[in-house]
C-alpha cells in the first residue's frame, strides 16, 4: 500500500483527527482494569492471571514498535494505521471468542499478543507524517495524537462498564462486550486510515521550514549513537516513576490516609483515580506544546527535577495533607504524560525526519521495560513493608526514593545529551534513497 499524497489545498489539520482516531482507540488499553474482576469471577482466575493479557499487550507493544517502525517509515500511515486497525480489532474478536467458550489463553493470545501488535504499530503509525506535516510545531502535533492515547481510557473505561451492567458479568456478557469493542474500533480506526495523507512537498505550510531542514539520521546509525541511549535512559526513568503512582493511585491514597482523621473512600479513591488520567491527558498537549517555546532539553529538564521534587513532597509531607498529596501526584502524572509525548519531537530535533518514526519505536523499548519496573518496585516493597507489620505512608516511602534516584539519573542523562556527530549523519532523504540504490552495484 503505497503512503496516500495529499491533493494540491490539502489542510495540514485533517492530518492530526486521522491520528486521533486510531490512538483513541488503542488507548482503551489503559481500560483494561475493568474487565478484571468479571473475568476473574468468571473463569476464577487470579489478580496475577487477569493482569497477563494487558501485560503482555505492554510488552507486545514496545517489542512490535521496535521492530515494525522500519516498515512503518517504509510503507507510510496507511499502511501502519490498517495493520493497526486489524491487529487491534482482532484481537478484541480472538478474546470473545475467548470468553464465550471460557478458554483464557485465548484472551490472552488475542487482547495480549494480536492486539499487542495492534498497538505497538498503532502507537508509531502516524508520529513521522505529523513531524513532517507540523516541522514547525512537532512538539504540538504529536502531543495531540498521543493525547488521545492518555484519554482513551476515559472514553472506554464508562464504555465497557455500562455494557458489562447491561450484557452482564458472565462469560457471556464479557464476550459480547469484547465483541462490540472489536466492530466499534474497527469502524472507528477506519476513519483515521481513509483521512491519513503524507505531504507533497517539503514545506506543508508555506510560512514555514522544511520538513527535511537539518541533521538526518537513519534508524540504524541512531542506534549506535550514545545520544539514543541517553535518551532511552530518560523516558525509561520518567515512565518509571509516573507508572509507580498510576499502576497503585486508588490503594495508594486510601493507604496514605488510613490512619488519619479523614480516610479516603473508595469513590473518592476512584475519582483520585479519573484525575490522574485527565492530568495524564492533559499533560500530553499541554507539556509537548509547551517545548515547542522553551525546548526539548529543558522541558524534560521539569519533568525529571520538578518530578524528583513531587516525590520528595509525598514521601516526607503527603500523608499530612490532602491537597499537597493530590497536587504531587496529579504533577507528576503530567509529566508522565508529557514524556511520552514530547520524546518524538526530541527524537526529531536531533536525527531529522529521516527515520524518526523507526527511531520513536526502537525508543519505546524503554516503555516496555519501564512497564515492568515501576509496579515491580512500588508493589514489592510495599508488601515487604506490609509483611514486616508497617502500614500507611510508610508501605511506600522507600518506593518513593528510589523513584527520586531514577529521575536523578534521567536528569543526569539528558544532561549528556549533545548534537549527534557528523559521521552520523546521511543526506536528505531523497539522496539517501539514490546512494542506497547505488550501493549494491558499487559493492
Same mark, same amino acid.
Given at each position: 500500500?503505497?503512503?496516500?499524497?495529499?491533493?494540491?489545498?490539502?489542510?495540514?489539520?485533517?492530518?492530526?483527527?486521522?491520528?486521533?482516531?486510531?490512538?483513541?482507540?488503542?488507548?482503551?488499553?489503559?481500560?483494561?482494569?475493568?474487565?478484571?474482576?468479571?473475568?476473574?469471577?468468571?473463569?476464577?482466575?487470579?489478580?496475577?492471571?487477569?493482569?497477563?493479557?494487558?501485560? &503482555? %499487550?505492554?510488552?507486545?507493544? *514496545? #517489542? @512490535?514498535? =521496535?521492530?515494525?517502525? !522500519? $516498515?512503518?517509515?517504509?510503507?507510510?500511515?496507511?499502511?501502519?494505521?490498517?495493520?493497526?486497525?486489524?491487529?487491534?480489532?482482532?484481537?478484541?474478536?480472538?478474546?470473545?471468542?475467548?470468553?464465550?467458550?471460557?478458554?483464557?489463553?485465548?484472551?490472552?493470545?488475542?487482547?495480549?499478543?494480536?492486539?499487542?501488535?495492534?498497538?505497538?504499530?498503532?502507537?508509531?503509525?502516524?508520529?513521522?507524517?505529523?513531524?513532517?506535516?507540523?516541522?514547525?510545531?512537532?512538539?504540538?502535533?504529536?502531543?495531540?495524537?498521543?493525547?488521545?492515547?492518555?484519554?482513551?481510557?476515559?472514553?472506554?473505561?464508562?464504555?465497557?462498564?455500562?455494557?458489562?451492567?447491561?450484557?452482564?458479568?458472565?462469560?457471556?456478557?464479557?464476550? &459480547? %462486550?469484547?465483541?462490540?469493542? *472489536? #466492530? @466499534?474500533? =474497527?469502524?472507528?480506526? !477506519? $476513519?483515521?486510515?481513509?483521512?491519513?495523507?503524507?505531504?507533497?512537498?517539503?514545506?506543508?505550510?508555506?510560512?514555514?521550514?522544511?520538513?527535511?531542514?537539518?541533521?538526518?539520521?537513519?534508524?540504524?546509525?541512531?542506534?549506535?549513537?550514545?545520544?539514543?541511549?541517553?535518551?532511552?535512559?530518560?523516558?525509561?526513568?520518567?515512565?518509571?516513576?509516573?507508572?509507580?503512582?498510576?499502576?497503585?493511585?486508588?490503594?495508594?491514597?486510601?493507604?496514605?490516609?488510613?490512619?488519619?482523621?479523614?480516610?479516603?473512600?473508595?469513590?473518592?479513591?476512584?475519582?483520585?483515580?479519573?484525575?490522574?488520567?485527565?492530568?495524564?491527558?492533559?499533560?500530553?498537549?499541554?507539556?509537548?506544546?509547551?517545548?515547542?517555546?522553551?525546548?526539548?532539553?529543558?522541558?524534560?529538564?521539569?519533568?525529571?527535577?520538578?518530578?524528583?521534587?513531587?516525590?520528595?513532597?509525598?514521601?516526607?509531607?503527603?500523608?499530612?495533607?490532602?491537597?499537597?498529596?493530590?497536587?504531587?501526584?496529579?504533577?507528576?502524572?503530567?509529566?508522565?504524560?508529557?514524556?511520552?509525548?514530547?520524546?518524538?519531537?526530541?527524537?526529531?530535533?536531533?536525527?531529522?525526519?529521516?527515520?524518526?518514526?523507526?527511531?520513536?519505536?526502537?525508543?519505546?523499548?524503554?516503555?516496555?521495560?519501564?512497564?515492568?519496573?515501576?509496579?515491580?518496585?512500588?508493589?514489592?516493597?510495599?508488601?515487604?513493608?506490609?509483611?514486616?507489620?508497617?502500614?500507611?505512608?510508610?508501605?511506600?516511602?522507600?518506593?518513593?526514593?528510589?523513584?527520586?534516584?531514577?529521575?536523578?539519573?534521567?536528569?543526569?542523562?539528558?544532561?549528556?545529551?549533545?548534537?549527534?556527530?557528523?559521521?552520523?549523519?546521511?543526506?536528505?532523504?531523497?539522496?539517501?534513497?539514490?546512494?542506497?540504490?547505488?550501493?549494491?552495484?558499487?559493492?
Amino acid at each position: 500500500m503505497s503512503p496516500p499524497v495529499a491533493p494540491p489545498g490539502w489542510s495540514r489539520w485533517l492530518v492530526p483527527p486521522a491520528a486521533l482516531s486510531v490512538h483513541l482507540s488503542i488507548g482503551q488499553a489503559y481500560a483494561w482494569s475493568v474487565f478484571k474482576p468479571p473475568l476473574e469471577s468468571a473463569l476464577g482466575l487470579s489478580g496475577t492471571q487477569s493482569a497477563l493479557p494487558f501485560q &503482555l %499487550a505492554i510488552v507486545m507493544l *514496545g #517489542l @512490535s514498535a =521496535a521492530f515494525g517502525g !522500519t $516498515l512503518v517509515e517504509r510503507n507510510g500511515p496507511r499502511w501502519a494505521m490498517t495493520v493497526a486497525l486489524v491487529c487491534f480489532s482482532s484481537g478484541f474478536l480472538i478474546s470473545a471468542l475467548g470468553a464465550a467458550t471460557e478458554q483464557y489463553w485465548l484472551i490472552v493470545l488475542g487482547y495480549g499478543f494480536v492486539g499487542g501488535i495492534g498497538l505497538g504499530i498503532g502507537y508509531i503509525s502516524p508520529v513521522s507524517t505529523l513531524i513532517k506535516w507540523f516541522p514547525d510545531r512537532p512538539g504540538m502535533a504529536t502531543g495531540i495524537a498521543i493525547m488521545g492515547f492518555g484519554g482513551g481510557a476515559l472514553i472506554a473505561s464508562p464504555w465497557s462498564a455500562q455494557m458489562l451492567k447491561s450484557f452482564g458479568s458472565d462469560s457471556s456478557g464479557i464476550a &459480547l %462486550a469484547f465483541l462490540v469493542h *472489536g #466492530l @466499534s474500533y =474497527a469502524v472507528f480506526m !477506519t $476513519l483515521g486510515v481513509l483521512l491519513v495523507r503524507v505531504p507533497r512537498g517539503e514545506k506543508p505550510a508555506a510560512s514555514g521550514p522544511s520538513a527535511l531542514d537539518g541533521v538526518q539520521v537513519s534508524a540504524r546509525n541512531a542506534v549506535r549513537t550514545p545520544q539514543f541511549w541517553c535518551l532511552w535512559i530518560v523516558l525509561c526513568m520518567n515512565v518509571t516513576a509516573g507508572i509507580g503512582i498510576l499502576e497503585k493511585a486508588a490503594p495508594m491514597i486510601t493507604d496514605f490516609f488510613a490512619d488519619t482523621s479523614t480516610p479516603v473512600t473508595a469513590s473518592a479513591a476512584a475519582g483520585f483515580v479519573a484525575l490522574l488520567s485527565a492530568a495524564n491527558m492533559a499533560g500530553r498537549i499541554g507539556w509537548s506544546s509547551t517545548s515547542d517555546l522553551i525546548g526539548r532539553k529543558n522541558i524534560y529538564r521539569v519533568y525529571l527535577g520538578v518530578g524528583a521534587l513531587m516525590y520528595a513532597l509525598i514521601a516526607w509531607l503527603g500523608d499530612s495533607s490532602k491537597p499537597l498529596f493530590i497536587l504531587s501526584a496529579l504533577v507528576i502524572l503530567s509529566f508522565y504524560g508529557g514524556g511520552f509525548a514530547t520524546i518524538p519531537a526530541y527524537l526529531k530535533d536531533l536525527f531529522g525526519t529521516y527515520q524518526v518514526g523507526a527511531i520513536h519505536g526502537r525508543l519505546l523499548t524503554a516503555w516496555s521495560t519501564a512497564g515492568v519496573l515501576g509496579p515491580l518496585i512500588v508493589n514489592r516493597i510495599a508488601d515487604h513493608q506490609e509483611a514486616a507489620g508497617r502500614h500507611g505512608s510508610s508501605l511506600y516511602g522507600l518506593s518513593f526514593l528510589i523513584m527520586i534516584g531514577l529521575l536523578a539519573v534521567g536528569f543526569v542523562a539528558n544532561e549528556f545529551v549533545r548534537p549527534v556527530h557528523a559521521r552520523h549523519h546521511i543526506p536528505a532523504p531523497r539522496e539517501a534513497t539514490d546512494v542506497a540504490r547505488q550501493q549494491p552495484e558499487s559493492a
